[in-house]
């Protein structure tokens, strides 16, 4: 029996931390996984940073487990929403909303912007060398958020940093899926429609087929993934 325990931003918890939701991927993967060889656990944590899915995945994994799970699905938050206090996890406490209150000029944005996309770089190839020594395996997945198009400078950011991660997890075979793109809100929070929002949009069971592929180690169909 292998332990599976997903952590991301609301896109892994539903947008109230309603881990149980029969929309979000990991409920979806408890249902089509075979239950005899996998248990999927959700320690997603709404409106969060890397560092807070890290806290979650680690004290969740004591909380259900008392024990480090087999593998970790890590669904990427965004990368602009890093917590200015890292101890703390406020929706308000970002650096996207300081940007939008307090205006900084444009240079302000693009160093904020680079800083921000070290940190969470090496925040991520940490954790999952971290992984590796504790015998946990990691899956990622990466999601481009559609949505901060409106800021404008995402656009560049996003390909920036999305470029150094999959060129990280290539040179060392991290699992990964494709880039996978966010497509709207609805009252049930962030959900994955397949194309009728956005023509680049891919819904949660499309996603799943990806997540089962790279978890039974079967060769994956590139044609299920969104680049």
């Not at 931003?9 to 408890?30: A, R």
């Not at 793109?181 to 009728?196: A, C, E, H, I, V």
């Amino acid at each position: 029996m292998k332990n599976i325990i997903c952590t991301g931003c609301s896109c892994t918890s539903g947008v109230y931390n309603d881990i149980n939701s029969s929309y979000l991927y990991s409920s979806i993967l408890k249902n089509r996984l075979d239950a005899r060889k996998y248990v999927v656990y959700n320690a997603g944590v709404s409106g969060c940073g890397l560092i807070h899915c890290i806290n979650s995945f680690k004290n969740k994994s004591q909380e259900y487990l008392g024990k480090n799970p087999d593998i970790c699905i890590l669904q990427l938050p965004e990368f602009l929403r890093q917590p200015q206090n890292a101890d703390t996890r406020n929706v308000t406490d970002n650096y996207v909303t300081s940007y939008l209150n307090n205006k900084l000029n444009k240079m302000n944005l693009l160093e904020m912007c680079d800083k921000l996309i070290e940190e969470d770089y090496n925040r991520l190839a940490t954790f999952i060398e971290n992984n590796k020594e504790i015998g946990t395996e990691t899956i990622i997945i990466l999601y481009y958020y559609i949505t901060y198009d409106i800021l404008n400078f995402a656009s560049f950011f996003y390909d920036k940093y999305f470029n150094i991660v999959v060129k990280y997890l290539n040179e060392n075979n991290v699992k990964h899926t494709g880039i996978l793109k966010q497509s709207y809100f609805n009252k049930m929070g962030w959900t994955l429609s397949d194309g009728d929002i956005h023509p680049n949009a891919i819904g949660n069971d499309k996603i799943c087929d990806i997540l089962i592929d790279l978890i039974e180690n079967r060769k994956i169909n590139i044609t299920k993934q969104c680049n």
